[in-house]
């Protein structure tokens, strides 16, 4: 049994369509249907129930399909063990959608020219998808939100960057906030100090935690892994706006807010800039500094060195972690070294250590 053709029965499997699983392959849709008809016959089962251009897989695939990653998996090992260094074919990717148009057009550069004989493939999930994905070997490897759990002692993570969270406001209509001390744009008078939330410290009656509390909320989707930070800052500040909607499209709730439907709190991906014209975009760092929200172009005070600490802490207390995630033992070492290399962070994982076991695996 050629492990090629299992190959392309999981891609069908993983994308519900021949016409995909082509593309991802580099094959004609023919080439892939001929490839699941051999199977077909060799096993003496149907594998695929088609319907216009979806492709199903029948309850036999699904019972056949964990063992036929097993062996492609094993197949790809065998040539690993000949050359563990290898970096040449094919390199499957997984990707966030913020880590795709902020980290991933410079690594890929890099990575074709410091290594011409790798063939990225790159697939766009969430994170909990992707997670998924590289635990089953789907995946060689994927820029993710950290999880809100330990990994596994299969799977290993490296830190790609701390991606800071964001006030996203409106710069014109009437959620706009104006003015050194956050007044509202309808006329609000409270001019009270605004500082980021402390745990047991007061803020309800700062003047923007006053103004967040009425003006409608754009929310990054909680059941995403990226957002409990936003959450988690909200309920520090005892603040609970009115909700708008849900969301997990950060570059659709930059538009949102742009086009002054509300404010949102987000991660500030690399690449935000280039959507937020139409937005003020103030980090809680900033806001610490200056004990209220600076007005555009404004530079941040000058701070002691203790409160700089505090400051530094309270901002990595509510950032995204983005991470790279693989197998702790990879069928590739030497295409996932040259993946590493092109992000940058040239040298050993910094693990995620196992937590406590607990139902927190159904955000995105």
Known sequence: MDTRYLRSLLAVVDTGSIAEAARAEGLTAAAVGQRIQALERQLGVSLLSRARHTARPTEACLNLVPRARHIVREAARLAADIDPGVVRGTLRVGAISTALTGLMPA???????????????IVPGTSRELYEAVADGSLDAALLATPPFGLPRTLTARTLRQEPLMLVTPLQGPYRLDGERGTQQSGADNQEEFRTPTRGGPTRHDAIASILQSLPYIRYDPQAWGSRHAARWLEDAGIAPPIVCDLDALETIVMLVS?????????????????????????????????????????????????????????????????LLQAAQPDRPGMLAALARALGIDGPANLIAPAAPRDDRSGS
């Open 107 to 121: 690594t890929l550069r890099r990575l074709t020219a410091d290594a011409p004989g790798i063939k990225p493939v």
């Open 259 to 323: 086009d002054g439907v509300g404010f949102s709190l987000l991660p500030g991906w690399h690449g935000i800039e280039r959507l937020a014209h139409g937005c003020r975009l103030t980090s809680l760092t900033t806001i610490a500094q200056t004990g209220a929200l600076p007005a555009i172009d404004r530079p941040e005070n000058r701070i002691d060195a203790r409160h700089r600490r505090d400051v530094d802490d309270d901002a990595h207390r509510y950032a995204r972690p983005i991470i």
